[in-house]
């Protein structure tokens, strides 16, 4: 008797067993669309065959491409079902961006979504080792794009019968993170560590099989695909699925389908109460209310609180790293402990230590560092950012942080200046070194600003060369053929010198305090071609 097997748990079995204790209940719904949990596993199964008569082995890398779909959570479900490694590309990248993930994975097929198709097809034209496209949208060939096959001819095989003997320690995904340099790096995850996640987000954040959960925010990010919709799907809950963000859609969804569970970062959430649908909205059965990717402004809380008086909120922290959930705040502590990024998550440990790894004092400002059985087994490919990223034996987030005398995480800045612009992560030196192809341009420090909006704007500070003239738009259109659009700029500001410390290092704290009242002064509606001299 093979013991491994019967103690076997990777992602799949989530699924499965969801599926033989609930098999007629709800598992997903996308529009008119319902899927119970048996019928959910079946599809997973339909699509590993597929997956398996292609001769995608354990191991390989199974891209995805697209929008939210109850397809991209069987392609999810499928790729962990044959030992295969999911690798979700951001649907907000550029064709060569794109191309650079799929490149670096190695991935041998990409899952298209109905808005990616010429972009998929650009981008898999610069990778070879892409043998095949499968258009997500398409039952049969008359609507799918040339140089593709359908997704329903992907499931027609018939179900996956095989037992690849997948062990919990083997990868699962690959999430590229943005990091703090031009690179994208992938964060590799094993299923273990994804699962022992969804364990601390079902009983630390209370994910539970009676949850109604909404799912707008992208899969292609690890806080919505493996915070809320792989815990939920692990607990037995019913799952909405939307490709829809805007207001009035999530409103009337929230409403109708009596939603009891959601997840946004701040700027969806203060996005809702700003809608004139939100007071004519029924909003009574939201009762658990989750936020990140960046910290929610005091009054909105309070806004928040009072509109919706039966709601409890939790802040999760974290990073793709971490599966993603570091910390935590409960709601409890939402008042209390505003601005905080909680304590650590229940299979986590966070200190907060100098440069030589000891622990700073209370209150005293230092990098954020983890041990957890939640980490990645490494980044693909690079030995030399993991260990760097493991040095002395702790995971280094990156991020500076104080902690108070009850064990409270505050997150007080970014180590190496990542931007966080509507739940997007955003490196600033990525964006500066697209603006240094100018020739006009002398020095560049592109920062983060507070902004009603997106919380953090992606700001551009410049310095023109002598003789020459910046001009805003002209540095727009640059970033905007290059970058995705997140990362595009929202101002362009001219200076006549950047502020720098003895060492010469810029110091982007000092420009971020003297610009900080560009959007807020201005409102939401700040131009890309403010200029400040």
Known sequence: MNTQTLARQTLFDTLHRSARRHPDKLALRQGERDLSYREFRDLCLSVAGGLADMGIQPGDRVAILSRNSIAFAAVRYAV??????????????????????????????????????????????????????????????????????????????????????IDANAPAQIIYTSGTESAPKGAVLSHSAILWQYSACLIDAEIAEEDTTLHALPLFHCAQLDCFLGPAIKA??????????????????????????????????????????????????????????????????????????????????????????ATILKPADQLRKAGSA????????????????RDVAVGGIGEVVHRSPQLLTEYFRDPERTAAAFEGGWFHSGDLGVMDSEGYLTIVDRKKDMIKTGGENVSSREVEEVIYQLPEVSEVAVIGLLHPHWVEAVTAVVVARDGCQVDPDTVIQHCAAQLGGFKVPKAVLTVDNLPRNPSGKILKRNLRDTFAATFMTTGSQAHTDKNAR
């Not at 041998?108 to 499968?134: H, M, N, S």
């Not at 998550?345 to 030589?356: F, G, H």
């Open 80 to 165: 962990a079902a044959i030992g295969a490694i999911l690798v979700p590309v951001n649907f907000m990248l550029n064709a060569r961006e794109t191309a650079y993930i799929l490149g670096h994975s190695g991935a041998r097929l990409l899952f298209v979504g109905a808005t990616e198709g010429d972009k998929a097809l650009a981008a898999a034209a610069e990778c070879p080792e892409i043998e095949q496209l499968v258009w997500l949208a398409g039952d049969s060939a008359n609507d799918t794009p040339a140089g593709m096959i359908p997704f329903g001819e992907l499931c027609s095989g018939g179900h996956y019968t095989d037992n690849p003997g």
């Open 236 to 325: 037995g809950g019913r799952n909405i699925i939307t490709d829809d963000n805007t207001p009035a859609k999530l409103l009337r969804l929230l409403a109708e389908e009596q939603v009891s569970s959601f997840f946004a970062p701040p700027t969806v959430w203060i996005s809702l109460l700003r809608s004139e649908h939100f007071d004519q909205s029924d909003l009574s059965n939201l009762r658990k209310g989750y936020y990140g990717a960046s910290i929610m402004p005091v009054e909105i809380m309070k806004e928040i609180h009072a509109r919706l008086p039966d709601i409890r909120l939790w802040n999760l922290y974290g990073q793709t790293e971490m599966a993603p959930m």
């Open 342 to 357: 909680g304590r650590p998550a229940l299979y986590t440990e966070t200190r907060v230590v100098n440069d030589a790894g």
